[in-house]
């Protein structure tokens, strides 16, 4: 069993950046993806940025696109989101999600997730 612990939320003005980290314990890896998702109030959850453990290779959904950045610390286990240029649509819950195998950007391909953390972006 894989636990997804999330870190680094937080209020933060527009046009500002935060760092959030995916710290993941138990279970085993393969090449497979550790992902971000994201929900705002009254919206679905949506697919951020994932990447693979091992070959390292990052996926970027449309909120990600030119602003986001996904790393990896292999030996740590922890998975970077490294957000700029935020804006108030940035606003939701963000979720650590792992165990997608394939079509890394669907939610329901990953097997275990985090409790997510909230960022806020606000003037």
């Known amino acids: 069993q894989v636990q997804l612990v999330e870190s680094g939320g937080g209020l933060v003005e527009p046009g500002g950046s935060l760092r959030l980290t995916c710290a993941a314990s138990?279970?085993?890896?393969?090449?497979?993806?550790v992902g971000w998702f994201r929900q705002a109030p009254g919206k679905e959850r949506e697919f951020v940025a994932a990447?693979?453990?091992?070959?390292?290779?990052?996926f970027y959904g449309d909120p990600a696109k030119g602003r986001f950045t996904i790393s990896r610390h292999l030996d740590k286990r922890m998975v970077f989101l490294q957000m700029g240029s935020l804006t108030t649509e940035d606003t939701a819950v963000y979720y650590c999600?792992?165990?997608?195998?394939?079509?890394?950007?669907?939610?329901?391909?990953?097997?275990?997730w985090g409790r997510g953390t909230q960022v806020t972006v606000s003037p």
């Open positions: 999600a792992s165990g997608a195998t394939d079509q890394v950007t669907h939610q329901n391909n990953y097997h275990f």
């Open positions: 138990g279970g085993t890896f393969g090449d497979d993806a």
């Open positions: 990447i693979r453990w091992y070959s390292n290779s990052p």
